[in-house]
């Protein structure tokens, strides 16, 4: 693999820093929920938001697509919506005497799924083909998807009406969850100000094109991760599994969406290379969704948080000779 050079490093990080300003102008306050989005982007990920009603969840996912310059599709899932609905149906064509596919609003780069709980498991389903192997099939025909590739899928807690939970099998297959939480006071205020007549939502244009967002992704690829942080990120992943609280623990999966979003947040701040602290700072979005309590740690008040910073606390971090807390 080639080497990454100081001037497309320098390149990602102004691009990426445009993006996030851009993105911000919509959602205030919110600077890191939006970089970890942008950071799934560029490492060819797909990302979970989560959370109660109002926050911003669609925003954020529509502000992304809108400041880049392409193909954008929108799902609104409903109870009724079918799996044809997403990935599109072959249809009988008079005119030509024959079949003509019609496809769905998965064909696109930035896909945004609403409320993707609000589906049934069956329709939730369909989209696992297309977010693992960025493609759909239809009538015994595969068809390639647009790239880059990504879903942004919101979804809104469990406790609220009407909602089915998404399996593990699909969860695993976001490379991230994020949840966007209510905005300070201040930033509340500042939302009155700049949002109170009219969104800035419908001023936002365009600040990259997909050539530019390939070159992002192709400059992340090329970042070092050096043998003493891929053996850091295998220990943390062995050491949620060996946990006695841990029910299900991390998937090799969340290993590689580690290394992969560590090469990206890595090329973000300016560095050629993938440091600890990168690692330390994406463990909880990738990694939470993708576990399990025992029902007795839970009963003890135990989480999963709190259990990810332990296990953490207890590896020892490369270039360090002792263990050190994070």
Known sequence: M?????????????RFDVIASNVEKVIQGKRDVVELALLALVAEGHVLVEDVPGVGKTQLAKSIARSIDSLF???QFTPDLLPSDVTGVTVWDRNRNEFEFK???IFANIVVGDEINRASPKTQSALLEAMEERQVTSDGVTRELPLPFMVMATQNPLEHEGTYPLPESQLDRFMMRVVIGY????????????????STFHDLQPVVSIPEIDELIATARKVTVSASVKTYIVDLVEGTR??????L???????????RLSRARAASQGREYVIPDDIKALAHPVMEHRMGLRPEAQMRGETL???IDEV?????????????AT
């Open 249 to 259: 623990g991390a998937s090799p999966r969340s290993a590689l969406f580690l290394q």
């Open 183 to 198: 905005p300070s006071r201040e930033k509340e205020l500042e939302i009155l100000d700049t949002h109170g007549v009219r």
């Open 305 to 307: 948080p709190d259990l």
């Open 103 to 105: 496809p769905g609003p």
């Open 2 to 14: 080639a080497e990454v050079s100081p001037q497309q490093i320098e390149t990602f990080s102004r």
């Open 73 to 75: 599709q929108r799902v």
């Open 312 to 324: 953490m606390t207890r590896l020892r971090v490369p270039g360090t000779t002792s263990r050190i």
């Open 242 to 247: 060996q946990h006695p609280d841990v029910l």
